[in-house]
């Protein structure tokens, strides 16, 4: 079974998604994070497609094949935006209700969304990020700080060059550091990064990092979604948070105690061994974690193609 390499357009963006088993009765969408590409839901997807889901992968802003449709519109990488975009996206596509799971940067996102628009989802699945978690004011340990030591970095002149100059070898300082060692192929860190050379991706990645901190100024078009966003709207949609134990940039405590921000079923499960790209680092496990979580869909693989 292989994807099919789609696009739609939404207000801003002509989204790239893979579309695996496209007669599936339920959608699932599966968002990356950074520094990722599509590529790294490719061991977990044909799980779920063969379950009977029909599994959509959008590339995020900033990230090839997705383009913006107008070069004045601003680069803003602010986690609300892509909260909005994945709503404009299940809006393109007339999904119903599909289940959003989300790593990293798409983790943000599938909550931004859930908070922003309730009952948009079905079950709700972040991996290596917390709820909770956007507030600039919230308090950090200074373990935690110094993990986040890439964040302050991308706020100073020469954090921004490196960026531009040399992004490639800065995120792949990121695949080497927040996972055990040797987990990753340099083939596949390679290909993923031609995902990078969108000449958008600096400034998305830049902006994102600069904003969540009060570095820099937000688009004013976001301005109603970030005030909903601020505090973090209590959540009802069925959560499942899926965490790493050996992820070393964001440790595993940073995801516990996170029940009062969900008024419905909440799941936290550690996974043994694994760092920060769980999806990549243990699919199968992954897949099963999800499947037994969302369930299967009423017409199951006899509709997989």
């Given at each position: 079974m292989t994807p099919t390499l789609k696009t739609v357009d939404t207000s801003l963006l002509r989204v790239a998604y893979e579309e695996?088993?496209?007669?599936?009765?339920?959608?699932?969408l599966l968002l990356h994070g950074w520094p990722d590409s599509i590529?790294?839901?490719?061991?977990?997807?044909?799980?779920?497609?063969?379950?009977?889901?029909?599994?959509?992968?959008?590339?995020?802003?900033?990230?090839?094949?997705?383009q913006f449709l107008k070069e004045d519109t601003p680069r803003t990488g602010q986690l609300a935006s892509l909260g909005c975009?994945?709503?404009?996206?299940?809006?393109?596509?007339?999904?119903?209700?599909?289940?959003?799971?989300?790593h990293d940067w798409g983790a943000r996102a599938v909550s931004i969304a859930?908070?922003?628009r309730p009952g948009v989802a079905s079950h709700?699945?972040?991996?290596?990020?917390?709820?909770?978690?956007?507030?600039?004011?919230?308090?950090?340990?200074?373990?935690?700080?110094?993990?986040?030591?890439?964040?302050?970095?991308?706020?100073?002149?020469r954090g921004e060059k490196t960026v531009r100059q040399?992004?490639?070898?800065?995120?792949?300082?990121?695949?080497?550091?927040?996972?055990p060692p040797g987990w990753y192929a340099r083939e596949e860190f390679e290909a993923t990064a031609q995902a990078f050379d969108n000449p958008d991706w600096a400034d998305i990645t830049l902006h994102s990092y600069r904003h969540r901190w009060g570095h820099a100024p937000?688009?004013?078009?976001?301005?109603?979604?970030?005030?909903?966003?601020?505090?973090?709207?209590?959540?009802?949609?069925?959560?499942?948070?899926?965490?790493?134990?050996?992820?070393t940039v964001n440790h595993p405590d940073t995801s516990l105690g996170k029940e009062s921000f969900f008024s419905g079923r909440y799941e936290r499960r550690l996974l043994e061994g694994v760092g920060h790209f769980p999806q990549r680092e243990a699919p199968f496990e992954v897949a099963a974690a999800l499947l037994e979580f969302m369930g299967a869909p009423a017409v199951a693989s006899a509709n997989v193609h």
């Open positions: 695996w088993n496209p007669a599936g009765e339920r959608s699932v590529r790294c839901w490719s061991g977990v997807a044909p799980g779920l497609a063969a379950a009977g889901w029909r599994v959509l992968v959008p590339a995020l802003r900033g990230f090839l094949p997705t975009d994945l709503l404009e996206f299940i809006d393109a596509l007339g999904l119903r209700q599909p289940a959003l799971v989300g859930c908070g922003l709700l699945v972040m991996m290596s990020v917390a709820y909770g978690t956007n507030d600039p004011a919230q308090a950090l340990s200074l373990s935690q700080a110094r993990n986040y030591w890439y964040h302050w970095y991308m706020a100073t002149p040399d992004g490639r070898n800065f995120a792949r300082t990121m695949w080497d550091t927040w996972s937000g688009d004013p078009l976001y301005l109603p979604q970030e005030t909903r966003l601020t505090p973090a709207p209590v959540l009802d949609v069925p959560t499942l948070l899926l965490h790493g134990a050996a992820d």
